[in-house]
């Protein structure tokens, strides 16, 4: 069986249209190209950096309720928080400014609201923030492996996808930038 050499036309709008017909056998309906080329470009955009996420973040909300808000309960305290901030440094350090208060579910007397810093490192991993708080010689904390917080960026700041013990999500405002 002989085939005919068929000579296409030199005409850019040729060439478009056999394009045109080409990724629609491949990807489908236009549509789906435009999503797919969106897509791609998200993926493929610059990978987030320390440098990027620095900045302070103040908390706004715990699992959608307003501050105050129960931050966590564990069957012998419950944690209320008055206010949150995350202060990220371009060099993957940071610090929680933190007013909670904790009263015992015993009805004893409730501390707080009390102030509190805890310095924490962090790294980016799959476009992940993922925090891990120092524990200071003789500071009393348990030992548990980070990541302790892990937070995904929002159009105007953080949200903690995963928090140790916390209620989720923890919605973050950025408030300021790191210069």
Known sequence: M?????TLSTS?????DIMLREI???????SR???????????????????DVAGTYALQ?????????????????????????LQFLPDGH????????????????????????????FRITAGRIEVGFECPPNAGCVAVAPPHLVL???????QAVFALGA???LTYTRVASAH
């Open 61 to 85: 909300r715990v699992a959608g309720d307003a501050l105050p808000a129960l931050l966590y309960a564990n069957g012998s305290v419950n944690v209320r928080v008055f206010a949150d901030t």
């Open 94 to 121: 940071g610090t929680l400014i933190t007013v909670r208060e904790s009263e015992p579910v015993s009805g004893g007397p409730s501390s707080g609201p009390l102030r509190s810093e805890s310095a924490f490192g």
């Open 33 to 51: 190209l435009i999503i797919l080329c969106a897509a791609l470009a998200v993926a493929c955009g610059e990978p987030l950096s320390p440098r």
């Open 167 to 169: 209620r989720i999500p």
């Open 12 to 16: 850019p709008r040729v060439h478009y």
């Open 24 to 30: 629609h056998m491949v990807v489908g309906r236009p």
């Open 2 to 6: 002989r085939r005919e050499l068929v």
């Open 152 to 158: 995904r960026r929002t159009g105007d700041g953080l």
